[in-house]
């Protein structure tokens, strides 16, 4: 029997995934047209702002692994590694390695019959989580996923963490934020990527773990959240598109080169420490004026995210090339919208019977 508390499922958040994955998908699945005017590039410049639901994903699962792993410490007095590696397993390799079957083998296979060419990139890239180093031009549907490859290397670091450094997490987080600034403005200066880089994302994790710290030990920021007002809670609210405004000009409007790369960085970093606030204060803000623990459609999204995550891309690709085959259909908003059905049909038959089956395995091993 599953005796973990109900406490420790938080809709709220299930919310928030699921529009950070719509943000996602409407960014892969349409690209609307933009004019060049100063209110063109503004909405150019939100649109492309979409791509940064990505790091909310980061700041999610740093946020309740380290919630998840301080309770079990304190309650069993020791954080198991095994036991939290194989919790994982559980939760991503089923489904993953399921579509490496489907994008490896299957799709060449079935493309070889059709006489359709597939790019694809070496498979060692993919099944040992290291695409986020691969660099080369290859098919859509397994482009996104170098963001499992970053998490699972989070992964098997933040676990070592867990079990052996609780005591020291002020030094292990700043740490990783310096290692994680540094490295950013080192690689911009240098002119080397670091988009897909882990090391560019420790700010995203070190962010999540310190909003569970800070959840757990009931700080002062928790403490604003819970007695704060409404009106303080519509301000909340409207710091985010004030700042994405004063960003906006700040990138495009005065800054320039390497210079402009920096202000996207820190345009980055805020969204990372808004996001971090925000799941603190879904959690212990009664008064919210975001209820997104209340909508269905978005607490079911988030639900099912990781399926609809890893198929959208498969939806899309397949998708994409049956619209071109078809004079009569043209990218269009209500193509996605299509498009957005069948990857929830997708991705709810999968969660149905092929990751619950390994979801309840990993519930049995939840030491807290």
Known sequence: MNNRPATYYYPQLDGLRGIAFLCVFFLHAYHPGFSDNLLGRYFQFLYSSLALSIDTFFVYSSFLLTLLGIREYEKNGDFSFVNFFLRRTFRIWPLYYFLMLLCFVIVPFVAKQAGVDVSLPPATYYLFFVSNYYSGSHVFMLQFLWTLSVEE?????WGIVLMKFQNYFKIVITLFILTSIGFTVYSTFSHLPNFNNTLSYLFDFSAGALAAIALHRKNK???FFQKISKVQSYIFIIIIPVVISFSFFMIIGTARGVYQLLFQDVYRYFFVVYITLLIIEQLVNEKTILKLGKSRILVYTGKICY??????GVVLTFGFYILKKLPSMKYSLLNAFLLLATTYLV????YQYLEKPF????????RV
Do not use: E, N
């Not at 399926?307 to 959208?312: A, E, N, Q, V």
């Not at 991705?347 to 999968?350: D, E, H, R, V, Y």
């Open 359 to 366: 979801l309840k395995l990993k519930d049995k091993l939840r």
């Open 307 to 312: 399926g609809m995550y890893c198929f959208h």
């Open 347 to 350: 991705a709810s038959i999968s």
């Open 221 to 223: 920021i928790v403490t």
């Open 153 to 157: 290397q989070f992964y098997l670091v």
